[in-house]
Nanobody, 124 residues
Framework: QVQLVESGGGLVQAGDSLRLSCAAS????????MGWFRQAPGKEREFVAR????????NYADSVKGRFTVSRDNAKNMVYLQMNSLKPEDAAVYYC?????????????????WGQGTQVTVSS
């Protein structure tokens, strides 16, 4: 089992950058594929980005491709989401998620473990 704690959210202006961090407990962090999701008020939780166990393969939602970068440091049990050129529509609670599943897609149902979320607010 893994526990996840996100940090790094805040209030920024459109065009600014933020880096979210997700700290994972446990000594088997490298066994988990990781994902970032977000949920805006009144909307369903949606996929943002994912990264495989070794950090060599990443995948992004079309809405963030070219602006967001997901990375991980298995030695530190950390996963990151670098968010550049933020837009007001990026505002949401951002969640870190982990899965032991071998085949990982973009669905929330494929991830077993979730953090509590961190709020990102983007003013125009």
């Amino acid at each position: 089992q893994v526990q996840l704690v996100e940090s790094g959210g805040g209030l920024v202006q459109a065009g600014d950058s933020l880096r979210l961090s997700c700290a994972a407990s446990g000594h088997t962090f490298s066994s988990y594929a990781m994902g970032w999701f977000r949920q805006a008020p009144g909307k369903e939780r949606e996929f943002v980005a994912r990264i495989n166990r070794s950090g060599t393969i990443t995948n992004y939602a079309d809405s963030v491709k070219g602006r967001f970068t997901v990375s991980r440091d298995n030695a530190k049990n950390m996963v990151y989401l670098q968010m550049n050129s933020l837009k007001p529509e990026d505002a949401a609670v951002y969640y870190c998620a982990a899965t032991l599943n071998t085949i990982v897609g973009r669905s929330t149902t494929q991830y077993e473990y979730w953090g509590q979320g961190t709020q990102v607010t983007v003013s125009s």
